[in-house]
């Protein structure tokens, strides 16, 4: 083991051992780790914060406990439960995980980085993470924290994201090969806690020492960022039908964005606005002042709101208005909801 892996490892893991934060899906030391709920919180975690995640974590896990549980469930009332989590595509890939684990594994969910590479929606990241977590396997474990810490570590300038190979092997060479998940875990709660991206509090930090970064001066620049292209602008309509204090909602298509999410009817999205077009029923639609904006990964949206009521039979999905938050809507349609509601 070269000099600065040990010095790294050694320090972290006592730090960590002191400071260790204490999460719903972690394990007690001296408990056993739940490999069901590592995978699950992971997942949950990719794009939103522990604070969001954990109530929904809680949740999620009172309802579906195990991989049996979640290979039995109904896919609408998986996607109702993930609403606001984003990429709806994760939670289909969770059930469809689960599916397998049950179906070719015995219910037992396969240890090693490549076979968890083999179920649909596991990555590079997420198997390293439950390789590591859940069965102590030596894996290089990067999320965004990690990586913060390990470009102030190495000093590492080269922009993201096309530092991230760099970054990774710089990782590699300092992941010790006992208590990997304790590592993992440790450097993501430092990244989290003591290297942040503004302010980092770097007398408190375990690894200044060893910091390149800091005996530079000025860790806070790192990790370097490339300049982000602007988004392309998308136009669309959100159709808000009235009967009787019930709301029209549909089902969206499997694939594509919000793939198979309950929503409100919208027309198309486009490079202009659509006005109309495709509104679910004939009826004197209205369009409001108010317009609902909302940034997806690839492009930002504008949408127009356009209100109507109806008194005869419409076929569709009625949902009491007084109840649309437990249809487990996506949050654009959550917020044009609220806009509606407040005009």
């Known amino acids: ?51 969001a995640v954990t109530p929904r974590f809680l949740a999620w896990t009172a309802r579906w406990p195990d991989f049996a549980s979640l290979a039995a469930a109904e896919d609408a009332d998986v996607m109702a439960a993930w609403a606001g989590l984003g990429y709806y595509a994760r939670a ?56 913060r810490v390990v470009a102030r570590l190495f000093a590492i300038e080269t922009p993201l994201p096309a530092a991230r190979p760099a970054i990774r092997a710089a990782a590699d060479t300092i992941t010790p090969d006992a208590r990997a998940g304790d590592f993992a875990q440790a450097m993501m709660d430092l990244g989290s806690s003591i290297c942040t991206t503004r302010s980092p509090k770097c ?53 594509g964005l919000l793939g198979g999410m309950r929503a409100l009817p919208t027309g198309p999205w486009a490079d202009a606005p659509p006005g109309f077009e495709e509104a679910p029923a004939q009826a004197d639609w209205q369009m409001l002042e108010q317009r609902v904006v909302h940034g997806f990964t690839h492009f930002d949206l504008e949408l127009a709101l356009a209100v109507a009521q109806v008194e005869a039979h419409q076929p569709g999905e009625w949902w009491s208005i007084d109840a649309l938050d437990t249809a487990g809507l996506p949050t654009v349609f959550l917020k044009a909801a609220k806009a509606v509601r407040t005009r």
């Open 203 to 255: 007398l408190l930090c375990p690894l200044r020492a060893d910091c390149d970064g800091y005996a530079q001066g000025a860790p806070e620049r790192l990790p370097v960022k490339a300049k982000k292209a602007a988004k392309p602008q998308r136009h669309g309509t959100i159709f808000w039908l009235e009967r009787a204090g019930q709301v029209l909602l549909v089902r969206r298509p499997d694939t």
């Open 1 to 51: 083991m070269n000099a600065k892996r040990s010095s790294v490892a050694d320090a972290l893991l006592s730090w960590y051992d002191r400071h260790r934060r204490e999460l719903p899906w972690r394990a007690r030391p001296g408990d056993p780790v739940d490999p069901y709920r590592v995978w699950l919180s992971e997942v949950m975690l990719q794009q939103t914060t522990v604070a």
């Open 92 to 147: 289909r890939n969770l059930v469809a995980a689960a599916k397998v684990v049950v179906a070719e594994h015995g219910g037992v969910f396969p240890r090693t980085e490549a076979e968890l590479r083999t179920l649909p929606g596991l990555g590079a990241y997420t198997a390293a993470a439950v390789a590591a977590i859940a069965f102590g396997e030596r894996a290089v474990v990067v999320d965004a924290n990690v990586e």
